[in-house]
């Protein structure tokens, strides 16, 4: 039988530091440009939104959107500022 496997969508990630971040358990979230961030934590959301300019990505090609994706898959808890 051929059937299809239905594809899981990647969680998002918190744009300071990087961590996956469920929706559901998301402690908070911003809207910029039309897009939804979430954010693990309080003082990543405070660094956000104090420069988004900075954490809001680019849309990358798709060949640099697989390199990310192939990057590596766990990170540590670091927001910068």
Known sequence: MDEERPRRMN???DPV???EV???DADSWVEFEGTQYYFCC???RRVFEENP???APQRPTEPEARREEAGSRQAEHRPSA
């Open 42 to 44: 309080p003082e990543c």
């Open 53 to 55: 300019e900075e954490y």
């Open 17 to 19: 530091c990087g961590l």
């Open 11 to 13: 969680p998002p990630r």
């Open 22 to 24: 469920h929706p559901s």
